[in-house]
């Protein structure tokens, strides 16, 4: 049983074009995350949605957006891709409850390797 | 500005040694520094968690400790093992609850 779903594993495209990327965990947690992992492999926060709702929304561009049509779900969508948008997008999920007994680890995805041509 | 460093340089070690990975950070007062590892192709998977009144953490074969006079962390796999090759990630959790990740350091271990 995967705990964090991503689809598509591999996904690639035009510049120009809009693509999706769809996230589901199977765990109860009340908190998604988008993360960007570039050629350099630094992981960098995108969003992070709390019971369905934005909490964190880092200098992302406008092209990027998330919709969480439930606490189970975040996908993201991107419009108008660019070449420098290529990386592996990785989604994760924690429990935000549960005070200092929780370690407040997240659960990643296998993540998602975009490609813009 | 806010920085969390780790080497980038891969280090390479021989098989039984103990392995000690470096996460410095600058300009945070981190309420918790977790650690990561991640395969190729995969997410990364959490390890350990250090508070910040914990001196350090102890877990089978790995310790880490936490110095926020010195703001570092160090990571140490003992008795390494040629499978404890990965990528080690560190992160920094603020009074914001934000988790941020260093650029991660590869750890390769040789039989």
């Known amino acids: 049983d995967t705990a964090v779903s991503q689809t598509p594993k591999y996904l690639v495209t035009q510049m120009g074009n809009d693509k999706s990327i769809k996230c589901e965990q199977n765990l109860g947690h009340d908190t998604m995350y988008w993360y960007k992992q570039d050629s350099k492999k630094f992981l960098k926060i995108m969003f992070s949605?709390?019971?369905?709702?934005?909490?964190i929304n880092e200098t992302v561009p406008n092209r990027f957006s998330p919709k969480s049509p439930d606490k189970a779900h975040l996908n993201l969508h991107i419009n108008s891709l660019e070449l420098g948008d290529s990386a592996v997008y990785f989604c994760?999920?924690?429990?935000?409850?549960?005070?200092?007994?929780?370690?407040?680890?997240?659960?990643f995805g296998e993540g998602s390797r975009l490609t813009v041509l | 500005s806010q920085k969390i460093e780790q080497n980038s340089e891969a280090l390479n070690i021989q098989e039984g040694k103990t392995a000690t990975l470096t996460c410095n950070y600058t300009?945070?007062?981190?309420?918790?520094l977790q650690w990561y590892r991640q395969d190729p192709g995969r997410g990364p998977v959490f390890l350990l968690l250090?508070?910040?009144?914990?001196k350090e953490k102890r877990k089978e074969r790995l310790k880490v400790t936490f110095d926020t006079t010195l703001k570092q962390s160090l990571f140490h796999i003992t008795a390494s093992q040629p499978a404890d090759s990965a990528t080690y990630l560190c992160a920094l959790r603020n009074a914001g609850n934000m988790l941020t990740f260093g650029g991660g350091t590869r750890l390769m271990v040789k039989p």
């Open positions: 949605y709390n019971n369905k709702e934005l909490i």
């Open positions: 250090i508070r910040e009144n914990e």
């Open positions: 994760a999920s924690s429990r935000t409850s549960g005070g200092t007994a929780n370690t407040g680890e997240l659960f």
């Open positions: 300009n945070y007062s981190p309420a918790y």
